[in-house]
């Protein structure tokens, strides 16, 4: 690849090594970096040959690789978020919602982080992940238990705004 960049055969050598990586993903429990090198390879050829014909299962598997890569992530918030450790679980489940956003992992965070601003008393940022969790996945379970447990802890009847 850096011998001859400018090869007919580069997005295919670039999908190769792409694959490699792919491969090697793993459960969300063991380490990420195939999942982060598979990214990065695969995000490489998708820009530099976007018509190739290796682009387009580089595109299906880039979003494998970002789904192992959020669940990650919420399987670490979770862990904090079991021990209590509410503001270190936040900022995993933002790390989701900031950079993972398209996956299936979305409306789970979302909902987590009702929980964690709940557990820590900030009503108003439950209520505001509460409010992202209804408006984008207003058919998700995590959207019914997320306003649910609003409800039960964060909703105050003539609330006054402060």
Same mark, same amino acid.
């Given at each position: 690849i850096? =011998?001859?960049?400018?090869?007919? =055969?580069?997005?295919?050598?670039l &999908?190769?090594?792409g694959l ?7 459960n969300? +429990? =063991? ?17 530099k040959?976007?018509?190739? @014909?290796y682009?387009? +299962?580089?595109?299906k598997?880039?979003? $494998?690789?970002?789904?192992q890569l959020?669940?990650?992530e919420?399987? $670490?918030g979770?862990y ?5 450790r509410? =503001? ?7 790390v ?9 992992q979305?409306?789970?965070?979302? &909902?987590?982080l009702?929980?964690? &601003? ?8 439950a209520?505001?992940t509460t409010? @992202?969790?209804s408006y984008n996945?207003?058919e998700?379970?995590?959207y019914?238990?997320? &306003?649910d447990?609003?409800?039960k802890y ?9």
């Amino acid at each position: 690849i850096s =011998l001859h960049p400018a090869d007919k =055969l580069m997005p295919y050598a670039l &999908y190769l090594k792409g694959l490699c990586h792919f491969e090697r993903i793993d459960n969300v +429990d =063991l380490d990420q970096s195939p999942s982060r090198n598979s990214k990065k390879i695969f995000e490489e050829l998708i820009k530099k040959f976007p018509d190739s @014909v290796y682009s387009k +299962d580089a595109k299906k598997k880039l979003l $494998i690789a970002n789904d192992q890569l959020a669940a990650k992530e919420m399987h $670490i918030g979770r862990y904090y978020q079991q021990r209590n450790r509410h =503001l270190a679980a936040i900022e995993r489940f933002k790390v989701v919602i900031n950079d993972y956003n398209t996956t299936a992992q979305t409306p789970e965070a979302l &909902y987590r982080l009702t929980e964690s &601003y709940l557990s820590l008393g900030i009503i108003g940022e439950a209520k505001k992940t509460t409010s @992202v969790l209804s408006y984008n996945f207003k058919e998700s379970s995590w959207y019914k238990l997320s &306003y649910d447990l609003f409800k039960k802890y964060g909703y105050k009847k003539n609330e006054k705004k402060g």
